[in-house]
DNA sequence: CTTGTGATGACACCTGGTGCCATCAACGTA
DNA sequence: TACGTTGATGGCACCAGGTGTCATCACAAG
């Protein structure tokens, strides 16, 4: 037995998706959180840097995860295949059990201004992620970054479709089926 | 004569970049800018949304000044000549008597993970502007959004090298050789 | 039994940000 | 002249996010 509760850090983030959905974003107050989750103010702020960040957990292993998973990619495989190889790698993470939490963390996200902003940052740090593993494969720029901005979008696309409550397909599926429409659109930019 | 000096809003943002410079960004409290531009913190409140806000004076203007270029683009221009277009648009916005100025902000947001943040927003922002102004052209998507992601990292791109201390050349001219490089780099993804 | 370590509690403190009302110049109108 | 209106600002109280600092307690190692 310890002091403390295990997964302070689990709690906190139930607590606070839960009251946010609950009462709105800037209704609930980093104290009241860390009252529902039995802890203090000050326990919050050693987890997470600021209020937004508790509905990102997360977000860190997930560009590791594309990283990673365009480094081994076969040597062979072009800059679109890499990632779509990425975006097969992170489908454990998204499996049916984490799609109604993702569903809630959207909801609260979607409808407050502050929390978009942090959305865009972490959507930022993945395509660059992106781009260094590109990199780093021997891609010169622009097509790295260009790779990179095409893997966000059809990330973003994909998570929105998977998230969807009239979808039923899995993430790397509809996130695939976005990769290779935005790949068609290219032809016609002119 | 008014009773109060004229061109508030200008004078903040003056007195704002000058102190970020010399003591950086979270050491200046709003009290100080507003102290050194004859104000009051209230003022400040009323000009900008937040402390941020300060720096990215201009973006909304920025926005529009695309989405009417893009509009205005003959009916036969493909999505990438309608972008192309808007980047020869702004460059009016971008004059050389603006880059000294361009410079200082940029060295101040460079610097603070908070402001890049929002530098985030607001180049999301611009690509929103700009995947709509194409959608009203008839661009179906994905291809409006694609067009816009590589419109945004042209302008990105075309921004950074415009504002490097060595280089000389126009906006314009930087941020379409840019958008070319990526048009070249997009058969190479394949 | 002692000592160290790591997570938490407790508290003071600062500053960004807001609501609310007062103030004052400019302008129009009678 | 007198008066009301409008718009930008000042002044002030207040809240909540975020931090620095120290105390506290469980647990493990010796």
Redesign the interface.
């Known amino acids: 037995m310890s002091r403390w509760e295990p997964n302070a850090r689990e709690r906190l983030v139930r607590a606070a998706v839960e009251s946010f959905l609950e009462r709105g974003y800037d209704e609930v107050t980093v104290a009241e959180i860390t009252e529902r989750a039995g802890l203090t103010k000050r326990t919050f702020f050693r987890h997470f840097a600021d209020k937004r960040e508790v509905l990102f957990a997360g977000q860190d292993i997930l560009s590791r995860t594309f990283a990673e998973a365009i480094a081994a990619a076969p040597a062979s495989a072009?800059?679109?295949e890499a990632i779509s190889a990425a975006l097969t790698a992170t489908e454990t993470a998204f499996g049916p059990d984490h799609r109604e939490f993702a569903r809630k963390v959207q909801a609260v996200v979607a409808n407050h201004s502050d929390l978009r902003?942090?959305e865009?940052?972490k959507r930022?740090k993945l395509r660059a992620a992106m781009a260094d593993a590109l990199r780093a494969r021997g891609i010169p720029d622009?097509?790295a970054?260009?790779?990179a901005?095409?893997g966000g979008?059809a990330f973003t696309?994909g998570f929105a479709r998977w998230v969807d409550p009239a979808n039923e397909r899995g993430f790397g599926e509809v996130a695939r089926e976005?990769l290779s429409?935005?790949?068609e659109?290219?032809a016609?930019?002119?």
Chains 1, 2 share one sequence.
């Open positions: 072009t800059p679109i902003e942090r865009l940052l930022a622009p097509a970054s260009l790779a901005e095409i979008l696309t976005a429409e935005l790949v659109a290219t016609t930019l002119g």
